[in-house]
């Protein structure tokens, strides 16, 4: 139940890209809490739907009974598991304010460990790759004259926080 709801269809390149932008909206309380509705004047209530308690990010994550169940749980000898477990809480608190369905603690702590030794086990395969690879190949032959090539750039500039693309377009004569 619990794999269906969020993690159904995923790559672990890109689970792991959601647990990064979580992490980051997590320190910036950038995510929908009630509390957040509140201080943007959309939401009258702002009750955690599974306590009654003021629903904040820190109420979601550590503060809950459900939260202080599922970190009491937790096997503090994995290496980077907090990261897994709160993610794990906030799709909990998901499922249960958006769709009534109840996840239990050691389900939480078991996808999150599970998910944490995948991670684990693709940075090793990634380890054991050769340090030089190939470089990428151009196609060779270009099968049809009216082909068109796209070629793209991308650039950031982290102190002005600025970014540039392009593309360039050419036909194959």
Known sequence: MYEKA??????????????????????????????????RGLQGHTLCSRCGEE?????????????????????WSSSNLFPWICCGLWINRNLHTFENKQITPPEVISKAIALLREWETAQTSIAQLPSNPPAPQ??????????????TEAAWCKETREAGLAWIFTFQT
Request: proline residues 6%; positive net charge.
């Open 138 to 151: 151009l196609p060779s032959q270009i099968s049809s004259p009216s082909t068109i090539i796209c070629n």
């Open 55 to 75: 629903e904040t990010l820190e109420h979601i994550l550590f503060q809950c009974d459900m939260a202080v169940a599922v970190w009491e749980l937790c096997p």
């Open 6 to 39: 969020i993690f159904k269809k995923r790559s672990l390149r890109n689970l792991v890209q959601k647990i990064k932008l979580f992490i980051r909206r997590c320190a910036l309380n950038n995510l929908p809490t009630e509390e957040n509705f509140r201080k």
